[in-house]
């Protein structure tokens, strides 16, 4: 998954000591095997697709080329010579085309929950609202906004409660050319809450981001995702492999020590504060109560509904809420 989030292209060759082709890698098939329950260190001898499309080297032409990317909707195509060995690969940009137009988001709303107090940014936040910290030249809010405009996205809802007005005049003062209405709760709601305010508002599945959080995903594979599981609620997960520091002890039944363990290894899937929600489980929300994330998923669950998981890199997800990703973010941020 690193290395995915490293290469401008979508897609990864799989090869042997020779060169030789062995199949392809996405991260859709990595996402897929992590949903099995697979551990983050398994080699990907299982993962990868092994009967991949390719061409022969000297015998093909672009047009040719481009029927199969279009055909078979694939990110790249491997070019081999006789021997199997991978000596390039085709892509639209390499043969100077455009790809296909994806499908747009534009008609889907996004909701930014920006109404907390910023506890764990303090003092800064006792004088400027958490969602106009700056990181480099733009405040955490415009970056969180512009990841969703780039895919299309122009409606946005933003829940705010504290410092409300100094939110709703930056927005005045920017200017957008997207649309932003704000929802405003009374007294603070808690991470879910404020969507109840949103019961007759929004009629189509949306996202829902904290507004502390920065994402490096794919949206409309996310939103596909969702869509396809038939999930009346999705979260991206962060992929975490987490390393006790210290030797752990295992006891024997009467107590005795039975190993050590040095330095073991955990592996998690976190939750990153992104979502994708139906609309329908706004019923599902309290009016004017404090109402958590947590709280919501155990109502889907509860009343039958099926919550999806999209996971990401590590480095895919960045917590700005707390000081040190903060810090980070100047030199991090995608």
């Known amino acids: 998954m690193k290395a995915l989030d490293h290469t401008a292209e979508k897609c990864l060759l799989v090869v042997d000591k020779k060169g030789e082709l062995l199949g392809t890698l996405t991260d859709g098939d990595i996402r897929r095997k992590i949903l099995t329950g697979a551990p983050f260190t398994e080699d990907i001898s299982s993962v990868y697709f092994n009967q991949p499309h390719t061409l022969l080297l000297h015998s093909f032409s672009n047009e040719e080329a481009k029927a199969i990317l279009r055909e078979k909707k694939l990110p790249l195509l491997p070019v081999i010579d006789s021997e199997g060995i991978v000596v390039d690969y085709v892509t639209w940009q390499k043969m100077g085309a455009e790809e296909p137009a994806s499908v747009s988001l534009s008609e889907v709303p996004v909701v930014i929950m920006a109404g907390g107090k910023g506890a764990r940014l303090k003092p800064f936040t006792d004088i400027l609202p958490k969602p106009l910290m ?67 508002k929004i009629k189509k599945p949306f996202f829902v981001s904290n507004c502390d ?120 941020i995608f």
């Open 213 to 332: 959080i920065l994402i490096k995903t794919n949206f409309e594979k996310l939103f596909d995702h969702h869509s396809k599981g038939g999930f009346q609620m999705s979260l991206v997960a962060s992929a975490k492999d987490y390393i006790i520091p210290y030797g752990t002890c295992d006891l024997a039944e009467d107590g005795s020590l039975e190993r050590i363990n040095e330095k073991p290894s955990y592996e998690f899937l976190i939750n990153t504060g992104l979502y994708v929600m139906n609309p329908e489980i706004l019923k599902l929300i309290p009016s004017d109560k404090v109402f958590h994330a947590t709280c919501l998923m155990e109502n889907v669950k509860k009343t039958g509904g099926n919550i999806g998981v999209f996971p990401v890199n590590e480095s895919s997800w960045i917590d700005i809420g707390q000081w040190g990703e903060y810090k980070n973010s100047f030199e991090k």
């Open 134 to 200: 700056p990181v480099r030249e733009k405040t955490i809010i415009e970056h969180i906004i512009d990841q969703f405009t780039s895919y299309g996205c122009k409606n946005f809802y933003v829940s705010v409660n504290y410092k409300s007005k100094i939110i709703k005049a930056y927005f005045e003062e920017l200017d957008p050319s997207y649309d932003v209405t704000f929802i405003e709760e009374k007294n603070p709601l808690g991470t879910a809450g404020g969507l109840g305010l949103l019961k007759d």
